[in-house]
Nanobody, 123 residues
Framework: QVQLVESGGGLVQAGGSLRLSCAAS????????MGWYRQAPGKQREVVAV???????NYADSVKGRFTISRDNAKNTVYLQMNSLKPEDTAVYYC?????????????????WGQGTQVTVSS
């Protein structure tokens, strides 16, 4: 079983910064792509940023230049540094990871989601 636990959300004024963390636990052989998604009230969940196991990154156009995704493979943790926050960044932020675990005679790939952390940006 693989679990993701997020932390770091909260309330911040526009222009401020927050850093989200997401730690994976369980019998993990390796983590492939890891990412952050968000869902605002009344809207669909959208991708914010993704990072591969090799460190390549992709960002939504709306956060380019303001957000930075990074990972610490030794700690099985992914981070999202959010700067110059705007009210429209207000949402529940979810961590996602593709986790590989061992099973009898092979491996199993899991698509895992965290429980979400609220980010609220006031104007």
């Amino acid at each position: 079983q693989v679990q993701l636990v997020e932390s770091g959300g909260g309330l911040v004024q526009a222009g401020g910064s927050l850093r989200l963390s997401c730690a994976a636990s369980g019998s993990i052989l390796r983590l492939n792509d890891m990412g952050w998604y968000r869902q605002a009230p009344g809207k669909q969940r959208e991708v914010v940023a993704v990072i591969t196991s090799g460190g390549s990154t992709n960002y939504a156009d709306s956060v380019k230049g303001r957000f930075t995704i990074s990972r610490d493979n030794a700690k099985n943790t992914v981070y999202l540094q959010m700067n110059s926050l705007k009210p429209e960044d207000t949402a529940v932020y979810y961590c996602n990871a593709e986790a590989v675990t061992a099973q009898f005679l092979g491996v199993r790939v899991h698509d895992v989601w965290g429980q979400g952390t609220q980010v609220t940006v006031s104007s």
